[in-house]
């Protein structure tokens, strides 16, 4: 039995110390130039950030120096373009109305008497003889 209980203590006993330490009860000693060592290394990340920043803000200038250059070429307009020549026609078109712009109608909509023809006609052919008198009648 004290076999077993002398390693438990020994380890037990280190394992405090080492504990302790981590848990901030002994703080060990501290570098009179830390201060000055951060403020060099928080100096060295923002430098960092600021050429990153600036690598990336040149590789995006010379990519859409290209794209602007694919535009002039196929005739193509930027997002913002198209955006900007369809709310100039919706102000245009709204100038003298006093309510908002109606929305457009998708194709097919509009056309509500031959809608109207078309379902009379198929629910014609499912009636039977008696109703189908009934609705011819009108």
């Known amino acids: 039995m004290t076999d077993i209980s002398t390693p438990l203590s ?14 901030g009860g002994e703080e060990a000693e501290k570098d009179p130039d830390a201060e000055k060592k951060e403020e060099e290394r928080q100096e060295a990340l923002r430098q960092q950030e600021e050429e990153r920043k600036a690598k990336y803000a040149k590789m995006e200038s010379e990519r859409e120096n290209v794209r602007q250059g694919i535009r002039d070429k196929y005739g193509i307009k930027k997002k913002e373009e198209k955006e900007a020549e369809a709310q100039a026609a919706l102000d245009q078109a709204a100038e003298g109305s006093l309510t908002r712009p109606k929305k457009a109608v998708p194709a097919g909509c509009g056309d509500e008497e031959e809608e109207e023809e ?6 014609m052919k499912f009636l039977p003889g008696p109703f189908m008198d009934m609705f011819n009648k009108k």
């Open 118 to 123: 078309s379902i009379m006609d198929t629910v």
């Open 10 to 23: 020994f380890t037990s006993k280190g394992a405090t110390k080492d504990m302790g330490k981590m848990l």
